[in-house]
């Protein structure tokens, strides 16, 4: 099947710094790209639509300030936590949309907020 | 909008025996529906999915699933359970939206047992 990376796989920073996430599609081209966030032991939250050549699309109540995306190619989409605080802490994943619409997603990044 | 339900957070079976898990969906639209696994620390993987074509649908490691719109059931099955299935499985609805994107349902926990 097709292959979506994230780096980091895992992240710890200082509260009130901000921290960059980077998915990618690496065999195929993805329009569309998804950011999800998983706390323990429940199911994946879509918190925002990433699109390329455009601006995203969060969910209700997701701070589109706090959680910045860029999707400035068809390979590449970044998730940027600003000034992350200790509840930001979780483990956000990314999925990337082939042209058969189907979702593929990355092996996840674990953030450490202290 | 769409939805999917999951019965049962937990299910554990035997090595060797038959695994069966509940997903129930809700859709306005003809449904597209998938099932991940997850195991743990990673993200998810795809193992199968249904687009309305042929209603029982084969996907890896010997899992399959059937599609039955008069009970409105997508459940995964495997003929016997192996101790490397052990991860979190998830059912998900993909959306009508123009970004058709998935919902999940709750996730089930399936534990093989020795």
């Known amino acids: 099947g097709a292959v979506v990376s994230q780096h980091p796989s895992r992240v710890i920073c200082k509260s009130g710094t901000s921290v960059k996430i980077e998915c990618r599609s690496l065999?195929?081209?993805?329009?569309?790209m998804f950011w999800y966030r998983q706390f323990p032991k429940q199911s994946l939250m879509l918190m925002a639509t990433s699109n390329e050549g455009s601006k995203a699309t969060y969910e209700q109540g997701v701070e589109k300030d706090k959680f910045l995306i860029n999707h400035a190619s068809l390979t590449l989409s970044t998730l940027t936590v600003t000034s992350a605080h200790p509840e930001d802490s979780s483990f956000y994943i990314c999925?990337?949309?082939?042209?058969?619409?189907?979702?593929?997603f990355g092996p996840g990044t674990r953030l450490l907020v202290l | 909008a769409q939805s999917v339900t999951q019965l049962g957070s937990h299910v554990s079976v035997s090595e060797g025996a038959l695994v069966l898990l509940r997903c129930n969906y809700s859709s306005s639209v003809p449904p597209y529906l998938f099932w991940y696994v997850q195991y743990p620390n990673q993200g998810l993987q795809l193992l199968l999915k249904?687009?309305?074509?042929?209603?029982l649908v084969k996907g890896i490691n010997g899992f399959e699933a059937e599609f039955k719109k008069s009970e409105t059931s997508f459940h995964l099955t495997k003929p016997s359970a192996h101790m490397s299935d052990a991860a979190e499985y998830f059912c998900?609805?993909?959306?009508?939206?123009?970004?058709?994107?998935?919902?999940f349902g709750s996730g089930t926990q399936l534990t093989v047992l020795p």
């Open positions: 999925s990337a949309k082939d042209h058969q619409e189907t979702q593929y």
């Open positions: 065999d195929f081209q993805a329009t569309t």
């Open positions: 998900a609805v993909r959306g009508s939206g123009s970004a058709r994107q998935l919902t």
């Open positions: 249904y687009t309305s074509a042929a209603t």
